[in-house]
């Protein structure tokens, strides 16, 4: 029970600020992408596991806000290369900044041991659920 609250209340968090930012999570995942290095349609389809029709209406939607703008590929001009755009790396910035913040906040007052406990204890929690996913799966 105290998982699922945890996670409505980092839900709840992450909405305001895609809100505030005027992004959506799919946008701040492709900007996560794209900020590593810039990508085709293909490659972009290949790491998100997203279909293409997907994909190209997302980026589409994110190129008429100014997030990202394609490219022609040297080697070849048929193909485009999709760029993080200032505006777009910005806004990643801005949100990474706001999830750093939002985390140091929330330990502020805990000691060093208390983050390490909870460290060990969240690694043994996922260990655990990870061993029942592949026991189910198996």
Not at 10 to 27: G, P, S, V
Not at 73 to 79: E, L, P
Not at 131 to 137: F, N, Q
Request: hydrophobic share 40%.
């Amino acid at each position: 029970m105290a998982l699922k609250q945890l996670q409505q209340v980092q839900y709840n968090f992450e909405q305001q600020l895609y809100q505030k930012l005027t992004l959506r999570q799919a946008d701040i995942k492709l900007l996560m992408y794209l900020n590593s290095a810039d990508q085709t349609l293909l490659e972009l389809c290949r790491q998100t596991n997203l279909d293409m029709s997907t994909l190209s209406r997302q980026l589409k939607a994110m190129a008429q806000r100014d997030l990202v703008i394609k490219q022609a590929v040297q080697n070849d001009r048929r193909k485009r290369r999709f760029v993080i755009t200032k505006l777009g790396r910005s806004k990643l910035n801005d949100f990474k900044s706001a999830m750093q913040d939002y985390e140091q906040a929330i330990f502020a007052n805990w000691s060093a041991e208390e983050k390490q406990l909870l460290k060990v204890l969240l690694n043994r929690l996922i260990t655990s659920s990870e061993r029942l996913l592949t026991k189910k799966g198996g």
